[in-house]
Each structure stands twice: as structure tokens, then as C-alpha cells.
Nanobody
Framework: QVQLVESGGGLVQAGGSLRLSCAAS????????MGWFRQAPGKEREFVYA????????YYADSVKGRFTISRDNAKNTVYLQMNSLKPEDTAVYYC???????????????????WGQGTQVNVSS
């Protein structure tokens, strides 16, 4: 079992920055990859960014290219999402997710993740 807790959300003005954190606990040794998804009101949950735990390979959505960066601190069992140049369309609940299985899979599909955090709200004003 893995527990995930997100933090760092809040209200920022367009063009500002936020750093989200996701702390994992429990069977953290089983984690293969961690990712970030977001869900805006009335929309489906969409993929944002992912990183493998051991190799540090990253995958991202085109919508955040050049603006967001994912990183990890294995010793602290924590993954971060640095969000810069925020836009109003970035407003959403951001969820942290973890996958315990290895190998090749679609990192952008929420069905391929085993654990989820409770989410943290990000509001970007215009």
C-alpha cells in the first residue's frame, strides 16, 4: 500500500509560479513511477507530467512544455511539480499518482496508475 499527500496549491496571478509537492509513504520501495494529473471543472482528468523513480526519465503534456518541470527526491520519497508562467487555463485540482509496475506503459493514461492522492487546488487569476 502507498499513500500520497499533495501540498503547495493556492491562488496565484497569471504569470506567477507555484511548486507542488507529493509525499509518498508506505510501500514506497514498490514505486516505479510517479505522475501529476489535473482536472478542471467540467473536464476530464488529464495528464500533466510523469517521472520514473529510479531512472528519472520524464514525460510531459504539450500544454505545459517549457513552463512546468517535474523532479524527485528519492531520499524524501517526494516528487515536485514546478509550475512557472501560469495561465488561467492551468486552474484545476492537481493530483499525484504512483505506479508500482515496471516496464513499458502509457504514462499519460490514468488507468495505468495504482495510487492517488487527495488533490490540491490551484487557482490562476487573470
Amino acid at each position: 500500500q502507498v499513500q500520497l499527500v499533495e501540498s503547495g496549491g493556492g491562488l496565484v496571478q497569471a504569470g506567477g509560479s507555484l511548486r507542488l509537492s507529493c509525499a509518498a509513504s508506505g510501500r514506497t520501495d514498490s514505486i516505479y513511477a510517479m505522475g501529476w494529473f489535473r482536472q478542471a471543472p467540467g473536464k476530464e482528468r488529464e495528464f500533466v507530467y510523469a517521472i520514473t523513480w529510479s531512472g528519472g526519465r520524464t514525460y510531459y503534456a504539450d500544454s505545459v512544455k517549457g513552463r512546468f518541470t517535474i523532479s524527485r527526491d528519492n531520499a524524501k520519497n517526494t516528487v515536485y511539480l514546478q509550475m512557472n508562467s501560469l495561465k488561467p487555463e492551468d486552474t484545476a485540482v492537481y493530483y499525484c499518482a504512483a505506479r508500482k509496475g515496471g516496464g513499458y506503459y502509457d504514462f499519460s493514461s490514468r488507468s495505468n496508475y495504482d495510487y492517488w492522492g487527495q488533490g490540491t487546488q490551484v487557482n490562476v487569476s487573470s
